[in-house]
């Protein structure tokens, strides 16, 4: 199934624009299921905005809750309670058909989504494939290898590392450890708009698209 689930090393490192620089480069559709925080805006629409190419389609998340908190908080304080089985069947309903899935996750693997169902449960019921976003900053080794060993742990295919903002060595040694490729470095930008998707999207393209052919081919 042509899904693949944008998960972070934390809060803040830059998933929403690496999602936007995937989804441009695969010319996807890009879906957030759960937006947490309302305030400032929702990840969906930011996406929309930096997209130029005719072909992706952004869809409505199935659960838009209010406060910017851990998505089980934010639907406690609203009285309510995240149903994967609801975000399964919407996300199936909206998957295109010869296209690619784009779908964001709220923080790391292990946000828990209700009491009992954490993000990694929702990737493996959804059955993406992972591209995992780090930023350096002190502690993100930690945070990136903590990411990488959970995955391990489990069946769920992974494409490979972005990382954004400012580049340190430490990418080469994350790279190494947890055996996955670099798929591209997105940079800091005092301007982040659709023509800086569109030039980083092509920068991923080559390295993205061989991803996923070695993919199809360990599944063979």
Same mark, same amino acid.
């Given at each position: 199934m042509k899904r693949i689930f944008i998960t972070g090393i934390g809060t803040g490192v830059g998933k929403t624009l690496a999602? #936007?620089? !995937? %989804?441009?480069a695969?010319?996807?559709? &890009?879906?957030? *299921? !759960?937006?947490?925080?309302?305030?400032?805006? %929702?990840? %969906?629409?930011? !996406?929309?905005?930096?997209?130029s190419n005719a072909n992706s389609v952004c869809?409505?998340? #199935? &659960?838009?809750?209010?406060? *910017? #908190? @851990? *998505?089980?908080l934010a639907a406690r304080m609203e009285g309510l309670t995240i149903d994967p089985a609801?975000? $399964?069947?919407?996300?199936?309903a909206i998957q295109p058909p010869d296209d690619y899935l784009i779908i964001e996750g709220a923080g790391g693997l292990l946000v828990p989504l209700n009491d009992d $169902?954490?993000?990694?449960?929702m990737i493996r019921s959804?059955?993406?494939?992972?591209? !995992?976003?780090a930023q350096? &900053?002190?502690? @993100?080794? @930690?945070? @990136?290898l903590l990411t990488a060993r959970v995955l391990q742990q489990t069946d769920i295919p992974v494409l490979g590392w972005i990382f954004s903002g400012a580049g340190h060595s430490n990418e080469a040694d994350v790279v190494r450890w947890s055996g996955w490729p670099l798929l591209g470095h997105i940079p800091s930008a005092q301007k982040i708009d659709a023509g800086f998707v569109h030039e980083q999207a092509t920068h991923l393209m080559e390295p993205l698209m061989g991803a996923l052919r070695s993919s199809? #081919?360990?599944s063979l």
């Open positions: 999602a #936007a620089c !995937v %989804t441009e695969l010319k996807a559709h &890009y879906w957030k *299921p !759960v937006q947490a925080g309302l305030d400032e805006g %929702t990840d %969906t629409r930011t !996406v929309k905005s930096l997209l869809h409505e998340e #199935a &659960y838009r809750l209010r406060e *910017p #908190a @851990s *998505p089980h609801k975000i $399964v069947q919407q996300a199936n $169902v954490f993000t990694i449960d959804l059955g993406a494939q992972v591209i !995992v976003v350096n &900053y002190l502690g @993100s080794i @930690s945070h @990136s199809v #081919a360990k």
